[in-house]
């Protein structure tokens, strides 16, 4: 059974700072999915992790995906408050199945 | 844009009720999903269907069941609600890579 774990589940960051979300996944996989939640609503789409290696940047946020080390990381850049919101990694295993983390609720303090 | 449209907000149904939540999607993707999103657990996968009238149960599909008699919609049916099926219910729609969820119905069973 695939086990995704996010850490850490709970980050208070000051604005202007830098800090780093990792995902760990239980079984291999080559397609990785970042989402952002604000409070209330859906999920957005930020980033799609489709090989090994592979790196997106959008803005303040950059993810990479390491299939070997079953590990991705959602990296943020001098946090901003609007940047405030709870962060999902979700793991594709082909099977028509995407398996979520339990969210990283991020917040950013002026 | 691919819209995945929930039919209701927000519901509020007693105990023992049968409950359905509907589901549209505008962009003819084949395969859909039923997500059910509880504080401290993520999103967790309680249906899918890959095509009309084709269904696959997810990690918790105890007390629930779907219909998919046509492309676009998808349905999740509480057979008798109880209160721990509490929560909120994201439909999502996928067609290749990405996965496009719905806003979201907030269901309270009293």
């Known amino acids: 059974e695939l086990k995704v774990e996010q850490n850490p589940l709970f980050l208070s960051m000051q604005e202007g700072k830098n800090y780093t979300i990792y995902c760990n996944y239980s079984?291999?996989?080559?397609?990785l999915y970042w989402y952002r939640q604000d409070p209330g609503k859906s999920l957005e789409s930020l980033f799609v992790?489709?090989?090994?290696?592979a790196v997106k940047q959008e803005g303040r946020l950059m993810a990479s995906l390491d299939t070997k080390a079953r590990l991705s990381t959602l990296h943020i850049t001098a946090a901003v408050h609007d940047l405030s919101a709870t962060y999902f990694c979700?793991?594709?295993?082909?099977?028509?199945?995407?398996?979520f983390g339990k969210g990283t609720l991020l917040t950013v303090n002026p | 844009d691919v819209k995945v449209t929930q039919s209701s907000r927000y519901l509020v149904k007693r105990t023992g009720e049968k409950v359905f939540l509907e589901c549209v999607q505008d962009?003819?993707?084949?395969?859909m999903f039923w997500y059910r999103q509880d504080p401290g657990l993520g999103l967790r996968l309680i249906y899918f269907?890959?095509?009309?009238?084709?269904?696959e149960k997810g990690d918790i599909p105890e007390g629930y069941s779907v219909s998919r008699e046509k492309k676009e919609r998808f349905s999740l049916i509480l057979e008798s609600a109880s209160t721990n099926q509490t929560s909120m219910y994201l439909c999502?729609?996928?067609?290749?890579?990405?996965?496009?969820f719905g806003s979201g119905t907030r269901l309270t069973v009293v």
């Open positions: 079984t291999t996989s080559d397609r």
């Open positions: 979700a793991v594709d295993m082909g099977n028509y199945k995407l398996t």
């Open positions: 992790l489709l090989s090994n290696g």
């Open positions: 962009m003819d993707h084949e395969n």
């Open positions: 269907s890959y095509d009309v009238k084709m269904k």
């Open positions: 999502a729609s996928r067609v290749g890579y990405g996965y496009t």
